[in-house]
Structures are given as structure tokens and as C-alpha cells.
């Protein structure tokens, strides 16, 4: 049987072992890796993907999984929302039924608006098999994590234009000719070209370097990658039919319900009314929008009703919903009680109205939340965006605003005086 560990829950998981040296890591490797990020699942390889004829580069349609030149007895890993890199079980004997599906990812066509002409078979999306609709990606700028997201479905999506396509270069950057390098379709807002690699487990992205330059040690190491066709015993299904990448992804992104607070804008019988809704996106952070409804709907004290928005930074971001009664500080107690960790960073801070949780660090989410004033991705895998202001109260998000100063000092209170919660069929999405 396969050891199994719990994947490592953030942007950048890396491989090692909790509380111990674990003997399939090198020393020298271990003390590059923290302590507390060291969980991993193991597979056997075998019984799971099987390396075979691969067409090069790969074409669209086709399934594979990718190794790593550099270590090549880890494979790239993707979850729901996240992406790692797994340790090859040494155990021949484990079944293919202890792998998980999601290791295995479909190549397909990228948002045809993306390249502005330009086209051609290497450029590619890479799509979780197991989570249609969210695909590979990555930052803006050089050194930028790679992650799962979900994928962009129109052209007015501009901050994910063109970090969910990847060109296939064949061969790869120090592998051979039986090996690719992943390369972003599209420069970054510096003008560079990105390469996929990773650095003793970690998977980021650095600058491509440039023609007829060598590249350094550790980019030629970990630039190149194997790709492997999943073997036809594999866990992992494609799905099949006429949806295209767009219409998955926006299924991901219909709203499952609409959050309403209630306002009352500064003291008194001057005070406004207002009402601020939030679509919020069950289908991708199910556990922090079930976190979010449930203080909401709390009545009695411990949830949103009667708390403060405390801090509001025009410009930037309006922080509320501290139940612990100070009015601030700490970054309150979740439904549950305590903290609860990051669920997904699959989507961004790419618009004024983003919904996302505020925390203390990694893994630290409670009941406090923020919501944002205009795009703020530097954000962006760091905090978990689980919803968005509905276009219909935008416009109490002006109020808020206006009732916050630039060190984040309010004018005018903020009260959450009630809130609500209603549940959208399948097919709703308007406000």
C-alpha cells in the first residue's frame, strides 16, 4: 500500500516529512524545506501512469502527466485547487486505486482572444482531468507561484489574460529530445517570458532566459519535464461532450448564494440604509462560503449581525465582521470555533467588490473578511476570494468607501445591522 500523508495546503506546497527526516529526501535537500510544510502523498508510479510513445510536444486532447527532469522520482500533482509535486512510492505493490485521479491533466484549447492572432498546436491550457475547468496558471511577474485557477472565459477577464496558456517547447530546456519545457503563451506585464519550474518541490515560474544565454544551474535543472500518456487503467476520467473550457469554468463560477447585509452608514436617525450583497462561489471554497453563510444566519451573538466594519482603507479595502465584540482585532472565531485552513487560491482579487477572508498568515481564517476597493493581486495566494459585491449594490460599496479614510480610521460607523441568505437555483447568476 502507497504511503499517504495529507497534501500540503498552500500556494506553494513542498515535499517533505512532518516531525521527521523522511529517507527519500536527500539531506543537503532538507534543510531548504520548512518543518511545517511536509506533507506529501505518495503513489506508485506504475500502476498509475505509464511513460509510452508521446507524441512531441503534446497536442491538445491528449492526457499526461508531467516529471521533472530534475527529480525525476516526483511527479506534478493537482487537487482540487491546488498543484505539488508527490514523491514516486518505491512500493510496486500498491493499486492505482490509491492514487488520486487528479494527477493527470488534459491538454486543450486556450481562450482563442488570447494571443491576438497568434495561434498554433503547442499552445495549450493544461486542465485538472478530475476538476474540469480549473487549469494551470500562474502570476503577472517573474518568480511568481504556479497554481491551479479557474480559467479565464471571456476577454474582459484581464487579470488572468493569458496566464492560463502555455506554450509546449520540444525539447525541454536541459532534457533531451524526448522532454518539453512549459513556457507562458504570453509575456508578462514586465515584458519577459516565463518558464514553469521548481525548486526543491516548490513550483513557481521564473524568466525565460534569453536567446543564445545559458541559463543558470538551477533553471536548466528545473525546466524541463517528461511528459507521461496516462495509462488506460488510470483512475482519472475526461470528461466528454460539447462543453467547452469556458462553459466549465463558468459553471465553477455561478453563484450558489447571495449573502445580504443590511447597513446602517453613520449614528442616529442620520444614519443610511443600505443593503450589500455578495454572490458567493459554493462550487469553488464550498468550506469558507459554508463558513461564511453559517454567521450570517447566527442570531444571538457569535456571527455578522450587529459587528463592525472597523477598517476601511479607501482605496484599498473595507475589513469587517470581528465577532468577538472588540470591534476589531484578532480576526474572530469561525462556525465551528477556531481557525480553519486555506481552502483554495483558484480565484483572484481581479476586480473592485472581491469578497476574500482576512487572516493572520497562512491557514489563520476565522470570521473576518474584506472587501476589496478595485484589483489588488498582490493579494492573490495569500487570501481566499470566495465572492464578489452584486452589480445591483455596487453602489453601497461607494458608501462604504466614502466612510473610511486612508489610514483605515472610519468617518462614520459601519453597522452590519442584519444579514441574510438566499440560496440560487442552477441556472441564476443575476442579481
Known amino acids: 500500500m502507497a504511503s499517504e500523508h495529507s497534501l500540503s495546503l498552500g500556494v506553494v506546497p513542498v515535499v517533505?516529512?512532518?516531525?521527521?527526516?523522511?529517507?527519500?529526501?536527500?539531506?543537503?535537500?532538507?534543510?531548504?524545506?520548512?518543518?511545517?510544510?511536509?506533507?506529501?502523498?505518495?503513489?506508485?508510479?506504475?500502476?498509475?501512469?505509464?511513460?509510452?510513445?508521446?507524441?512531441?510536444?503534446?497536442?491538445?486532447?491528449?492526457?499526461?502527466?508531467?516529471?521533472?527532469?530534475?527529480?525525476?522520482?516526483?511527479?506534478?500533482?493537482?487537487?482540487?485547487?491546488?498543484?505539488?509535486?508527490?514523491?514516486?512510492?518505491?512500493?510496486?505493490?500498491?493499486?492505482?486505486?490509491?492514487?488520486?485521479?487528479?494527477?493527470?491533466?488534459?491538454?486543450?484549447?486556450?481562450?482563442?482572444?488570447?494571443?491576438?492572432?497568434?495561434?498554433?498546436?503547442?499552445?495549450?491550457?493544461?486542465?485538472?482531468?478530475?476538476?474540469?475547468?480549473?487549469?494551470?496558471?500562474?502570476?503577472?511577474?517573474?518568480?511568481?507561484?504556479?497554481?491551479?485557477?479557474?480559467?479565464?472565459?471571456?476577454?474582459?477577464?484581464?487579470?488572468?489574460?493569458?496566464?492560463?496558456?502555455?506554450?509546449?517547447?520540444?525539447?525541454?530546456?536541459?532534457?533531451?529530445?524526448?522532454?518539453?519545457?512549459?513556457?507562458?503563451?504570453?509575456?508578462?506585464?514586465?515584458?519577459?517570458?516565463?518558464?514553469?519550474?521548481?525548486?526543491?518541490?516548490?513550483?513557481?515560474?521564473?524568466?525565460?532566459?534569453?536567446?543564445?544565454?545559458?541559463?543558470?544551474?538551477?533553471?536548466?535543472?528545473?525546466?524541463?519535464?517528461?511528459?507521461?500518456?496516462?495509462?488506460?487503467?488510470?483512475?482519472?476520467?475526461?470528461?466528454?461532450?460539447?462543453?467547452?473550457?469556458?462553459?466549465?469554468?463558468?459553471?465553477?463560477?455561478?453563484?450558489?448564494?447571495?449573502?445580504t447585509f443590511r447597513l446602517a452608514i453613520g449614528d442616529g436617525d442620520a444614519s443610511l440604509q443600505r443593503n450589500l450583497s455578495f454572490h458567493l462561489y459554493g462550487r469553488v471554497a464550498p468550506r469558507t462560503v459554508a463558513n461564511f453563510v453559517s454567521l450570517c444566519e447566527r442570531r444571538g451573538g457569535g456571527g455578522y449581525t450587529g459587528s463592525v466594519f472597523h477598517r476601511v482603507m479607501r482605496g484599498f479595502m473595507a475589513q469587517g465582521g470581528d465577532n468577538s465584540g472588540r470591534g476589531g482585532g484578532g480576526y474572530g472565531v469561525s462556525a465551528s470555533g477556531g481557525l480553519f485552513a486555506d481552502e483554495t487560491f483558484a480565484l483572484s482579487h481581479s476586480a473592485r467588490g472581491t469578497l476574500s477572508m482576512a487572516n493572520a498568515g497562512k491557514d489563520t481564517n476565522g470570521a473576518q473578511f474584506f472587501a476589496t476597493f478595485g484589483p489588488t493581486p498582490h493579494l492573490d495566494g495569500q487570501h481566499v476570494v470566495f465572492g464578489r459585491v452584486t452589480d445591483a449594490t455596487a453602489a453601497t460599496l461607494d458608501d462604504v468607501e466614502d466612510a473610511g479614510s486612508q489610514g483605515g480610521q472610519t468617518t462614520r460607523r459601519v453597522l452590519v445591522s442584519a444579514c441574510d441568505v438566499d440560496t440560487l437555483a442552477r441556472e441564476q447568476g443575476a442579481d
Open 16 to 259: 517533505s516529512g512532518r516531525g521527521r527526516r523522511t529517507s527519500a529526501i536527500p539531506d543537503s535537500m532538507s534543510t531548504a524545506l520548512g518543518a511545517e510544510d511536509t506533507r506529501f502523498r505518495a503513489l506508485d508510479d506504475g500502476t498509475t501512469l505509464a511513460a509510452g510513445s508521446v507524441q512531441m510536444p503534446p497536442v491538445v486532447g491528449d492526457v499526461i502527466s508531467l516529471r521533472p527532469v530534475g527529480f525525476p522520482r516526483h511527479r506534478l500533482h493537482a487537487n482540487a485547487t491546488f498543484l505539488g509535486l508527490q514523491l514516486q512510492a518505491q512500493d510496486t505493490r500498491s493499486s492505482s486505486a490509491d492514487a488520486p485521479a487528479s494527477v493527470q491533466l488534459r491538454l486543450t484549447e486556450p481562450p482563442s482572444w488570447c494571443f491576438e492572432g497568434e495561434s498554433g498546436p503547442s499552445i495549450v491550457s493544461l486542465e485538472s482531468c478530475q476538476h474540469p475547468g480549473l487549469v494551470v496558471a500562474h502570476g503577472g511577474v517573474a518568480d511568481s507561484s504556479v497554481r491551479l485557477i479557474v480559467a479565464p472565459t471571456s476577454e474582459e477577464d484581464e487579470p488572468h489574460r493569458c496566464t492560463s496558456a502555455w506554450r509546449l517547447e520540444a525539447p525541454g530546456l536541459n532534457g533531451g529530445e524526448e522532454t518539453i519545457s512549459l513556457t507562458s503563451a504570453a509575456s508578462t506585464r514586465e515584458g519577459v517570458r516565463l518558464v514553469a519550474r521548481h525548486a526543491f518541490g516548490v513550483l513557481r515560474v521564473a524568466a525565460l532566459p534569453r536567446k543564445g544565454e545559458l541559463p543558470s544551474e538551477l533553471l536548466a535543472s528545473d525546466g524541463s519535464w517528461h511528459p507521461l500518456h496516462a495509462a488506460s487503467n488510470a483512475p482519472c476520467v475526461v470528461r466528454s461532450g460539447d462543453e467547452t473550457l469556458a462553459e466549465r469554468a463558468a459553471t465553477l463560477m455561478r453563484p450558489t448564494q447571495r449573502a
